[in-house]
């Protein structure tokens, strides 16, 4: 009789360990927001989903959104970093010390860059921005601080009608023959000019007269702006007539061509004649005329 009260009391400690156990589970179950069978059908719907993103078919078996097969959404915490959502974004990549300026813009199809120096003008960089406007094309305008602080208004318009401003110095002076100290103040006055009245900085530089050397390309640089020259000089500055400005541009058109012109340091009626009729005439021949672009950005 002792015997069997033993079994008898081994089985009722044994039957409330189990129970003990089971409630401990399920309360860690409770815990964690899941349970064994939803372990398992979570890691069934995971698979499910991933072979319909790879093959782009549904499955054989249930349905997206079917009972049964709905995945539980993961832990926050697992799945984020402690730090943030994710590495810090790069920043802008710094703009290379060039060994020469750019010559030509490369591109897709028959493109061409229309540039004009010296300004903004009062008289004759209204007309150019008016026959720009007419036929939708956007131009580059280089200006010279000392005339682009006394024409805000026109860095404005520019703004406000897409064409790109750049810097050519603030007085036009050769800078081949100026100290570096020099050449950095020609070049950061201008650049504070435009930024305040364009709305930007300018991101492309254009030496006056051509004539670059080393402190020109590591200043350029180091103020984030790239050196442009030019494919084709209409040299209208020299006033040879309005039919020649004409022929130049359109023998000189090619994919990739920069144009050199001016809309200021002189009588530029010539330059506004010219534009009139061969920016139309390059349209009508498939030509996109567009601003450059920095590639490495």
């Known amino acids: 009789m002792k015997k069997d009260q033993l079994l008898t009391r081994r089985r009722v400690l ?18 964690l927001g899941t349970d064994a069978g939803d372990s398992r059908d979570d ?18 078996g249930t349905s997206a959104g079917a009972p049964g097969s709905r995945a539980l959404a993961p832990s926050a915490y697992r799945l984020r970093p402690l730090t943030g959502d994710g590495a810090p974004p790069a920043g802008p990549p710094r703009t290379p010390v060039r060994h020469e300026p750019l010559l030509d813009m490369a591109g897709h199809g028959r493109t061409m860059v229309l540039t004009f120096d010296d300004g903004p003008h009062p008289r004759y960089t209204p007309q150019i921005l008016d026959t720009l406007r007419e036929y939708d094309v956007r131009a580059t305008f280089f200006v010279c601080g000392e005339m682009a602080v006394e024409y805000k208004d026109l860095l404005a318009r520019m703004a406000d009608e897409g064409h790109l401003v750049g810097n050519h110095t603030w007085s036009h002076p050769l800078l081949t023959r100026m100290s570096r100290a020099g050449i950095r103040s020609e070049m950061t006055r201008t650049s504070k000019v435009i930024r305040n009245a364009y709305g930007e900085r300018p ?21 984030g702006m790239e050196p442009l020259a030019w494919t084709v000089d209409t040299r209208d500055w020299t006033t040879p007539g309005t039919d020649v400005i004409v022929d130049r541009v359109e023998e000189g058109a090619a994919a990739g061509v920069v144009v050199l012109s001016h809309d200021a340091g002189g009588n530029r009626s010539q330059s506004v004649r010219a534009l009139r009729r061969y920016l139309p005439r390059l349209l009508d021949s498939g030509y996109h005329l567009t601003l450059p672009r920095r590639e490495f950005t």
């Open 14 to 31: 044994l039957a409330g360990a189990a129970a003990l156990g089971a409630a401990g589970t399920a309360g860690t179950a409770a815990l």
């Open 43 to 60: 890691g069934e719907a995971r698979t499910a989903g991933a072979g319909a993103s790879t093959d782009g078919r549904h499955g054989s």
């Open 203 to 223: 991101l492309w530089f254009r030496a006056p007269y051509g004539a670059w050397n080393r402190a020109t390309f590591r200043l350029g640089s180091d103020m």
